[in-house]
């Protein structure tokens, strides 16, 4: 596996029994587009490199390709051409991607020639995965045949996300109410709305005691920091930073609530947010935007859900959950059943069958 090196960590390791090759390559959540042109860039030639050297000596029997972005498949050409088998796995829309996340480049030119990259790296690979049935959609819908389609939920492994793991915390066992958000601080996600929620909160209930803590790290944190000033509520907000995926279980069981605040547009209209199954997975009370994907996936009464934009309808959700403890405790309990059924133990059957269809017949 080759993948982005981190500052301090080593070029290779062995994770849960797979060889980890790590390229040096920044990579800055939440960059300008000439950075991450010039991350991607960098990755696409270096991988490329890498995995072509590596190849000649061990002949691997398949290449997997994670986007994005969707032309990291070129990395995999070499290969393709000795032939061995390209498994594109599109966790995003792309070209929606940019759009959302660029706007001021965003135009029918830059959208006309993601799609074209998009349906090119498409071409290029076997068969593609995705992470969800809107997704797929929109695949089918672009001409990749429902044959070449595989969806296989980016969910957490239960493993993992186990509540009888970490300390247990009861719904405001020491009298706050604590408010927990795990991901990037960049535009993608309305924080700034759960910001807006908190002060809200705050005024109408005085007395509660609440704080928020949110872990990650984006081009959004310093304009979150002074939001939370201008309302008043910098005390109540905690930005720890970003932590490993192996912390985000021990930082969800010390919260009450756990947030997915995703702002819609056409692109996060076909997302689901893991964190959304993270939470669940720790049998924490969820709440989270009025997505499409989400009301898919999720039946009125498990999870709850708030207007996309609005910080009353989220501080109205919020306060639901605090003032109906017979509710929360069921819908936690609906909600992680739920999570049980989409848990990766059984998206990994469908990942494995795609694996030894690509590979059968191949000297391994």
Not at 201 to 222: C, T
Not at 314 to 328: Q, Y
């Amino acid at each position: 596996m080759f993948g982005l090196r981190r500052p301090g960590e080593s070029s290779s390791a062995v994770v849960a029994g797979v060889n980890l090759h790590r390229l040096p390559v920044g990579r800055h959540q939440g960059a300008s587009l000439p950075v991450y042109l010039a991350e991607y860039g960098a990755f696409l030639l270096r991988s490329l490199w890498a995995a072509t050297r590596a190849h000649r000596h061990r002949r691997y029997g398949l290449a997997e390709v994670h986007s994005l972005p969707d032309y990291l498949v070129l990395a995999a050409l070499p290969m393709k051409l000795a032939g061995v088998p390209v498994l594109l796995d599109l966790h995003e829309a792309m070209p929606e991607f940019f759009r959302s996340r660029f706007p001021k480049a965003a135009n029918p030119l830059s959208y006309r020639l993601l799609r074209l990259q998009e349906k090119l790296s498409i071409r290029l690979a076997n068969e593609v995965m995705t992470v969800n049935e809107p997704l797929a959609e929109r695949l089918v819908g672009l001409g990749v045949r429902p044959d070449r389609l595989t969806v296989v939920l980016n969910s957490p492994d239960l493993r993992l996300f186990d509540p009888t793991a970490h300390p247990r915390r009861d719904f405001m066992t020491d009298g706050t109410l604590r408010i927990v958000y795990t991901g990037a601080l960049t535009p993608t996600y309305e924080l700034d709305v759960l910001l807006r929620a908190v002060a809200s909160i705050v005024r109408a209930r005085p007395s509660l005691k609440l704080n928020a803590s949110l872990y990650g790290r984006g081009d959004a944190q310093s304009a979150l920091e002074a939001l939370a000033a201008e309302l008043g509520i910098a005390e109540r907000i905690a930005f720890p930073g970003r932590i490993p995926i192996e912390a985000v279980p021990a930082a969800v069981a010390n919260g009450d609530i756990g947030i997915a605040p995703t702002r819609l547009d056409p692109f996060t209209g076909m997302s689901l947010s893991t964190k959304v199954l993270e939470y669940a997975a720790m049998e924490k009370p969820v709440i989270a935007s009025r997505l499409p994907t989400v009301e898919r996936y999720f039946a009125p009464d498990t999870l709850s859900v708030y207007e996309p934009g609005d910080p009353e309808s989220l501080a109205a959700a919020i306060l639901a959950v605090v003032d109906d403890p017979a509710e929360r405790l069921a819908r936690v309990d609906r909600t992680r059943r739920r999570v049980d059924e989409l848990s990766w133990t059984r998206q990994a059957e469908v990942f494995t069958a795609v694996v030894e269809r690509l590979t059968r017949g191949r000297r391994r």
